[in-house]
């Protein structure tokens, strides 16, 4: 039992390690910063303002190439179907690092990604409103993977190119883990209020490459769930802010003992 035990810690912890192919974090456009990540309750929140751009920056860890499916509000950003793994995504070369800045039109350009109120969100606009507030990324290793050698360690890479895949192979969608019955309430109390629109168009060129999948799942499946500031702090992801204090006011009790009025 015990060797059973060890060894089932074991292979945990190596798939974990594994998992862990390509870093995904959001990127305030307008102000330039990288929006802090909050864990939550099993779930990575983060804060957006609405109004702003921003974009999914994805990093690959791994001295392969790997394939990225990206879902934003449950669909697709290349096709715009809604999302599963098994569908068309980015691929990014070894240690690579892109920033996806909107939905794609065409292999020249993308709609602009912008936090905007739910029901202007795109997802809602196309009927699908269940799954926003949510970026994830599914990421799929190389069947025949090509060994970068020349890569000892990452290198800086700005504006890294994307590319779409050529062909999707079919792949069950993954499944997501049930909430607990606390989680549940607290949506239920606190609908989402933030969404992701379809902005402006902006030129975003890609090129097509061939990759075939090495496993029909994904190897990594990671998500980001999102809100405005105010939705998170009702939920109790950041601490509710105390109300200023102000001395100018009067008070029924001040500090201090009684003093001898002025004159004796």
Do not use: C
């Not at 790997?66 to 569908?87: I, W």
């Not at 936090?115 to 507030?133: E, K, M």
């Not at 990759?211 to 499946?221: D, G, K």
């Not at 109300?243 to 009025?261: E, I, K, L, Q």
């Amino acid at each position: 039992m015990l060797r059973t035990l060890l060894f089932a810690a074991t292979l945990l912890a190596a798939t974990q390690a594994q998992a862990a192919l390509v870093d995904v974090d959001l990127v305030d456009r307008d102000t330039g910063q990288w929006l802090p990540e909050t864990p939550f309750r099993g779930d990575i929140w983060v804060a957006g303002a609405p109004g702003h751009r921003y974009a999914v920056r994805l990093t690959n860890t791994s001295g392969e190439r790997v394939l990225v499916v990206l879902s934003v509000d449950g669909v697709n950003a290349v096709t715009g179907q809604t999302a599963r793994p098994s569908q068309a995504g980015y691929v990014l070369e070894p240690w690579q690092s892109t920033e996806i800045a909107g939905w794609r039109k065409s292999m020249d350009d993308v709609a602009q990604f912008v936090f905007t109120d739910l029901p202007d969100s795109y997802a809602a606009r196309t009927g699908r409103p269940r799954n926003v507030g949510v970026v994830g990324i599914a990421v799929f290793q190389e069947a025949r993977p090509v060994t970068y050698y020349e890569y000892d360690a990452p290198p800086p890479i700005a504006n890294g190119m994307a590319r779409d895949e050529a062909a999707p192979a079919a792949a069950a969608p993954a499944q997501s883990r049930a909430k607990s019955a606390a989680e549940s309430s607290v949506q239920r109390q606190q609908p989402q209020r933030l969404g992701t629109g379809h902005g402006a168009r902006e030129w975003s060129r890609v090129e097509r490459t061939d990759f075939v999948r090495a496993t029909r799942s994904p190897t990594q499946v990671t998500q980001l769930r999102y809100d405005d500031y105010n939705a998170l702090v009702s939920i109790g992801v950041y601490p509710r802010p105390r109300p200023p204090y102000w001395h100018d006011t009067p008070r029924a009790f001040p500090s201090g003992f009684v003093a001898d009025p002025p004159g004796g």
